[in-house]
C-alpha cells in the first residue's frame, strides 16, 4: 500500500463515491489499492499487498494472470471473470505506471453478478450487463447535455472576453485603437520586422492649433474635425495600425515601402496633406493644420518605447519648425531631444537650489535721464551645457509644470538682490514676467503677496508683465488676480503688445498700468511703413486707456527717435542695456543716483 498511497490520497474521496470497484495492482502482480465498492464487494477482507492466489482459487488465477500479463505488456483488457465460487464479473483493465515509474495495472469492474447456480448468475450477470449498459447511456446523454451547456458558456465567456479587450484597446471616441492598443500592435510589428529584416515606421499626427476650432466653431465642430481625421487616417494605404493618443493627436504604422529617405518623407508629406485637408462641418468650411514626426524601425531604434520617443521629438521639431510639416527624426533632432532630456532631468534641482539667477535689464524714459523699473529675466549656467537660453529653458519647465516654481524662485533671489536700490528711491519698482498658467490660476495674487511680505518687499515696488494669451485662457480668474495684486499697488503690464490675440473689452476692463510695444514691431522700423501707422495707433490707444507705453528691443538712435516721436513713455532695449547682473545691475543704478542727468549709451 506504501506505493499506492501518494498516488490515491488525493483522489480517494472521489474514487470511494464511484459506485464501480477499482483496483490497482503494481507489476508484482499485488494489490495496492481498491476503493470502497472493491472493499464492499470482497466483504471487508484484507486484501493490500496480498496476490489473487493468496485469495481465489487456482483456476481462477490462473486466468487472472494471463490477463494480467497482457496488460502489463501494454494492452487493454476486458473480460468475463469468475471471482471466488459464486460471482461473476465484466472487469476492464488498462496498463498505466505509478509515480515511482514501475508498470501497473488500473482495473474496474464495470458489471457483476452473485447467484448461488450458474444459470441464476447467469441471469443476473445479463441483467446487470444491460442495466449498466442502459445506466452508461443515460450518463452519456447528461454528459452530452452538460458539455453542450458548458461549450455554450465558453463560447460566450470568450466572446464576452474578446468585446472587453477590443474596448480596452480602443479609443470609442473614433474607433481607432488607443495607447494601449497601440502599444500591443507595436510589439506585434517589431516581432514581424525583425524576423524579416524590413522596416516599418511610427508617425505620430497633431492638429495645429486645435484649440482655435474649439474656439471658433464650440466643442461639437471640434468633435466632429477630429472623427473625420480619425477615418481619414484609417483609409491611408499600407497602415497596420492606426490610434488615438488622446486630444487632438493621433499614431499610425506604416508598412509602406521605405526604399530611402528622400521618397519616405515624400510619402509621409502627401499622407499628411490628405489628413489635415480642409472640412466641411454644418455647411461651415474649416481649414486644417497639421504636424507629423516619424521614427523608423530598426534604423532609429529597435525598441518600442524609443520609438514613439523618437517619433514625439521629430513631431515637436516639426511645430518647432512652423508647424504644417512633415519631419523624420534624423540625428540633429537625436542630439537636441538628448540636451532636451538633460535639461529636463537637471531643472528641477537648479530651482531648488536657486541656481538659476536674475538678470536685470532696465527700463528708462524715453529721454534716458529716468530709471523707471527693471525687468527681471532668468539666467542659468548649467555645469556641463554651459550656458542655457531662457527661451529652452522656460519652455521646458512650462512643459513639465515646474514654471510656478521657477519663476517663484527668480522673482524672492531678485527682490533680495534689489532690496538696497528700491530703499534708495533711485529705482522705482522691478517687473517680473509672470506665466499664463499663474495668472489664471485661483490664489496666484494671494501667494505673491504673501511671498513678498516674507521677504520685506514692498507690492508697490514690484510690478508684473502678463502676455495677452493668459487673457484668452481664463478672463474671469486673471482679473480677479489682478484686481487683488492692483489695489495691492503692484503695477500692471500687458507685454508683447501688437503680436497676439488683442482682446479690447479686456483691455478695458483689466486694471492695466502699462502696454510693452513688442519688440519685433520696433525692429521693422524704416523698412515697414506700416508699422509707423501702427505704433502711433497703440500709442494712441494708450492715451485712450491712461496706460504708459514701453518700447521693447529699442537697439538704435533712429529707433528711438521714431518711438519718442510717437508718443513712446519708457523704452528697454541693448541701446540703453542689455541684461545685468545683480552687481552690474548695482552699478547701473548707483550711476543714475550719483548724476544729476543720465546720457545714454
Known amino acids: 500500500m506504501d506505493d499506492a498511497a501518494p498516488l490515491f490520497d488525493e483522489y480517494q474521496e472521489l474514487l470511494d463515491i464511484f459506485p464501480y470497484p477499482v483496483f490497482v495492482k503494481n507489476d508484482r502482480l499485488e494489490l495496492i489499492y481498491g476503493n470502497a465498492a472493491f472493499v464492499e464487494m470482497l466483504g471487508g477482507i484484507d486484501f493490500l499487498g496480498k496476490t489473487d492466489d493468496e485469495m481465489f482459487p487456482s483456476e481462477q488465477v490462473n486466468a487472472f494472470r494471463a ?91 470568450d466572446t464576452a472576453r474578446a468585446e472587453a479587450q477590443r474596448q480596452a484597446h480602443t479609443d470609442d471616441f473614433t474607433g481607432l485603437r488607443n495607447r494601449t492598443g497601440l502599444d500591443l500592435d507595436l510589439e506585434a510589428c517589431i516581432d514581424k520586422h525583425g524576423k524579416n529584416g524590413t522596416r516599418f515606421g511610427l508617425a505620430i499626427l497633431d492638429l495645429d ?97 524609443m520609438l514613439k520617443r523618437h517619433a514625439d521629438a521629430a513631431l515637436f521639431a516639426a511645430k518647432r519648425a512652423g508647424r504644417a510639416r512633415a519631419q523624420l527624426y534624423n540625428a540633429e533632432i537625436h542630439a537636441a531631444r538628448e540636451r532636451r532630456d538633460r535639461i529636463e532631468a537637471d531643472l528641477p534641482a537648479a530651482i531648488e537650489d536657486c541656481t538659476i539667477t536674475p538678470a536685470f535689464q532696465p527700463i528708462v524714459s ?90 520685506g518687499t514692498d507690492p508697490s515696488h514690484t510690478g508684473i508683465e502678463i502676455l495677452e494669451s493668459a487673457l484668452v485662457e481664463d478672463t474671469a480668474e486673471a482679473r480677479r488676480n489682478l484686481e ?50 501702427m505704433i502711433v495707433s497703440i500709442t494712441q490707444l494708450g492715451q485712450i486707456l491712461d496706460v504708459d507705453i514701453i518700447a521693447e528691443g529699442v537697439e538704435t538712435s533712429m529707433q528711438l527717435m521714431f518711438v519718442e516721436g510717437a508718443g513712446c513713455h519708457y523704452c528697454q532695449g541693448y541701446f540703453f542695456a542689455e541684461p545685468m547682473t545683480g552687481d552690474e545691475a548695482g552699478r547701473y543704478v548707483g550711476s543714475f543716483s550719483s548724476a544729476p542727468t543720465r546720457k545714454r549709451a
Not at 516619424?294 to 531604434?301: G, I, K, R, T
Not at 534716458?368 to 529652452?392: C, D, F, I, K, Y
Not at 486694471?511 to 521693422?524: A, M, N, Q, T
Open 484 to 533: 487683488r495684486l492692483s489695489e495691492a499697488g503692484v503695477t500692471i503690464a500687458l507685454d508683447d503688445f501688437g503680436t497676439g490675440y488683442s482682446n479690447l473689452r479686456a483691455l478695458i476692463d483689466l486694471p492695466l498700468d502699462r502696454l510693452k510695444i513688442d519688440r519685433s514691431l520696433i525692429e521693422d522700423i524704416g523698412e515697414n511703413d506700416k508699422l509707423v501707422d
Open 67 to 157: 490477463d494480467d500479463l497482457r496488460v502489463l505488456r501494454g494492452e487493454e483488457s476486458i473480460s468475463e471473470e469468475e471471482i471466488g465460487d459464486d460471482t461473476l464479473a465484466l472487469t476492464r483493465k488498462i496498463p498505466g505506471h505509478l509515480k515511482d515509474g514501475s508498470p501497473a495495472i488500473f482495473g474496474a469492474i464495470i458489471a457483476r453478478a452473485t447467484a448461488p447456480t450458474p444459470s441464476k448468475r447467469k441471469n443476473r450477470y445479463e441483467q446487470q450487463l444491460l442495466e449498466a449498459a442502459l445506466s452508461q447511456h443515460k450518463v452519456k446523454a447528461r454528459f452530452d447535455r452538460k458539455m453542450a451547456q458548458l461549450q455554450n458558456r465558453l463560447n460566450e465567456a
Open 366 to 455: 524715453s529721454d534716458g535721464e529716468t530709471l523707471n523699473s527693471m525687468e527681471v529675466l532668468a539666467r542659468w549656467t548649467h555645469p556641463e551645457l554651459g550656458q542655457v537660453s531662457p527661451e529652452e529653458f522656460v519652455a521646458i519647465a512650462v512643459d513639465c509644470g515646474l514654471v510656478t516654481d521657477l519663476d517663484r524662485c527668480v522673482r524672492m533671489r531678485a527682490c533680495q538682490e534689489a532690496a538696497q536700490w528700491l530703499e534708495s528711491g533711485v529705482l522705482k519698482r522691478l517687473s517680473f514676467n509672470i506665466s499664463a498658467t499663474d495668472i489664471i490660476s485661483p490664489g496666484f495674487a494671494t501667494t505673491y503677496l504673501a511671498d513678498l511680505r516674507q521677504i
Open 209 to 305: 492649433h486645435f484649440k482655435r476650432i474649439n474656439d471658433r466653431f464650440g466643442h461639437a465642430t471640434g468633435d466632429q474635425v477630429l472623427q473625420i481625421i480619425a477615418k481619414r487616417i484609417r483609409k491611408l494605404p499600407y497602415v497596420f495600425s492606426a490610434a488615438r493618443m488622446g486630444g487632438d493627436e493621433f499614431a499610425i504604422i506604416t508598412e509602406h515601402p521605405m526604399p530611402d529617405l528622400p521618397s519616405t518623407y515624400e510619402d509621409m508629406e502627401l499622407a499628411r496633406q490628405h489628413v489635415f485637408r480642409a472640412v466641411t462641418v454644418d455647411s461651415k468650411k474649416i481649414d486644417l493644420s497639421g504636424s507629423t514626426g516619424l521614427s523608423v524601425f530598426p534604423d532609429d531604434s529597435q525598441n518600442m518605447d
